[in-house]
């Protein structure tokens, strides 16, 4: 048998997927920079609203599955509502405030998650 890993292990995931969920997540991340640092000065809006959507949903993903919905609430809708709104305008070719909803949509995102992650080890589990 396996010893567990706590820097990977978390309770309440199957064994090693959190370590496989990091490593999408840091890829989708990577990815979204590496796009962002070449769009930015390229002038190409729809694109770069794209890199920063791409990492945003996967934050998203992300937090959900850590339960942020109910132990950080206020993060994750915050996030969610930011995401849609972005959409919204992306929809709309307006891609400059899509690419700044999308980014907040993020920060949010790694808030609900660090909260979620928080609370979970706070309740003793």
Known sequence: MET???A???PGLPGGETLVIMQ???SAARAAAVACALLATSGCGGVLYAAYAGGAAAKLEQAKE???EER???EYYFALEHMTKAQEEASQGDYGDAAD???VAEEYADKAIRL???A???AGR
Do not use: I, S, T
Request: aromatic residues 4%; proline residues 12%.
């Open 116 to 118: 979620a992650r928080e």
């Open 66 to 68: 850590v339960g942020a």
């Open 72 to 74: 950080a609430p206020y």
């Open 120 to 122: 979970h080890r706070g």
């Open 4 to 6: 567990p890993n706590p």
């Open 101 to 103: 909803l999308a980014q």
């Open 24 to 26: 999408r997540v840091r």
């Open 8 to 10: 990977v292990d978390r």
